[in-house]
């Protein structure tokens, strides 16, 4: 933990600024925005299915691509996500 004591008749901003000052030098502003959004890793299970997924829709695209549905298809889709809304 960082500790600034105030100086004989120092103002609170100078307080203030001395505080900022040491807690940007100690570099635990930076450790903080690391770790804020640190996402857990996923297991090997999860990345497998994962990786599934991406592939069947991938699949499924580019069959509907080829078929000359895909426009329909991601028509219904955004249809779909604004009624969830």
């Known amino acids: ?3 600034v004591k105030r100086k ?3 103002s609170f901003e100078s307080l203030m600024r001395r505080f900022s ?4 030098q100690s570099g635990r502003i930076i450790q903080a925005k690391k770790i804020q959004y640190h996402i857990k890793p996923l297991n090997k299970r ?3 299915l994962k990786a599934l997924r991406r592939e069947d829709i991938k699949d499924k695209r580019e069959y509907l691509r080829k078929i000359g549905k895909l ?3 991601l ?3 955004k ?3 604004t009624k969830k809304k």
């Open 1 to 3: 933990m960082l500790e």
């Open 8 to 10: 004989d008749n120092e």
């Open 21 to 24: 000052k040491k807690l940007l």
């Open 46 to 48: 999860a990345q497998k």
């Open 71 to 73: 426009d329909e298809y």
């Open 75 to 77: 028509e219904s889709k």
């Open 79 to 81: 249809r779909i996500v």
